[in-house]
């Protein structure tokens, strides 16, 4: 059974910080990439990040480019979003998920975190 767990979302105001975590269990991820998504209240789901659990390569919309950095830690099993300088327009619940590389597809989901970003 696949787990993905994420945890560290809150309330902060408009250029604070907060981390999120999305702890990994059930299998092995080498062959996968990580992805963060978000949706905001009445808007679709969209991605924000992903990174490649074999090499780190990462990738980063532009909405969040600069501000945003995504690791993982193959050690603890961790996949991290640290996010600075945020805006109202973050506000969102924020999931983590995985999808084989030889797949387009985000197969994995953990049931999210709220973050909201206030004026």
């Known amino acids: 059974q696949v787990h993905l767990v994420e945890s560290g979302g809150g309330s902060v105001q408009a250029g604070g910080s907060l981390r999120l975590s999305c702890a990994v269990s059930?299998?092995?991820?080498?062959?996968?990439?990580m992805g963060w998504f978000r949706q905001a209240p009445g808007k679709e789901r969209e991605f924000v990040s992903t990174?490649?659990?074999?090499?780190?390569?990462?990738y980063y919309v532009d909405s969040v480019k600069g501000r945003f950095t995504i690791s993982r830690d193959k050690a603890k099993n961790t996949v991290a979003l640290q996010m600075n300088s945020l805006k109202p327009e973050d506000t969102a619940v924020y999931y983590c998920?995985?999808?084989?590389?030889?797949?387009?597809?985000?197969?994995?989901w953990g049931q999210g975190t709220q973050v909201t970003v206030s004026s």
């Open positions: 998920a995985a999808r084989a590389l030889m797949s387009n597809q985000y197969t994995y």
């Open positions: 990174i490649t659990w074999r090499d780190g390569s990462t």
């Open positions: 059930g299998r092995t991820f080498s062959s996968y990439a």
